[in-house]
């Protein structure tokens, strides 16, 4: 393994998410106007509905989940990258229904804002790429 490079702190942001966008596109659009290369990520909140994958390893694909009822955003974590040129969000999210049920997942697009307010922590130093993983299928750091 490549000997890692400490990061510095960059720009932090706070900020409120557009009621009714698609979060995980909001997330990446900020990013990309904002130019964060790299980062971590962290929002709390509410949704409309939600779009959630789990990676089945055996497959070596996403399964979608949606989930088309309000839901609190308990904890929203990811990571900002660099994917073909352009800044890539990955998050996974903890849900929780009216009933208290709690369940999460990948973040995929497709899940609507309610309300949610976002922490961005921007690291400073050479951004991490993501690029396909011919073993899992998936985009990994480089």
Wanted: charged share 25%; net charge negative.
């Amino acid at each position: 393994m490549a000997e890692e490079k400490p990061y510095l702190t960059g720009r932090t942001y706070l900020f409120r998410l557009p009621k009714g966008k698609d979060l995980l596109e909001e997330l990446i659009d900020f990013c990309h106007d904002n130019q964060v290369k790299c980062g971590i990520v962290s929002v709390v909140g509410s949704v409309s509905n939600a779009t959630i994958g789990y990676y089945d390893q055996a497959k070596k694909k996403f399964e979608k989940s949606l989930f088309d009822e309000e839901l609190e955003l308990l904890n929203l974590t990811g990571n900002v990258s660099i994917q073909d040129n352009r800044p890539m969000v990955h998050a996974h999210v903890t849900l929780a229904d009216k009933d208290h049920t709690v369940i999460g997942g990948h973040l995929l697009p497709g899940t609507k804002i309610y309300v949610c307010e976002a922490y961005i922590q921007e690291l400073v130093g050479e951004p991490k790429v993501r690029r396909s993983d011919k073993v899992t299928k998936l985009s990994l750091w480089a």
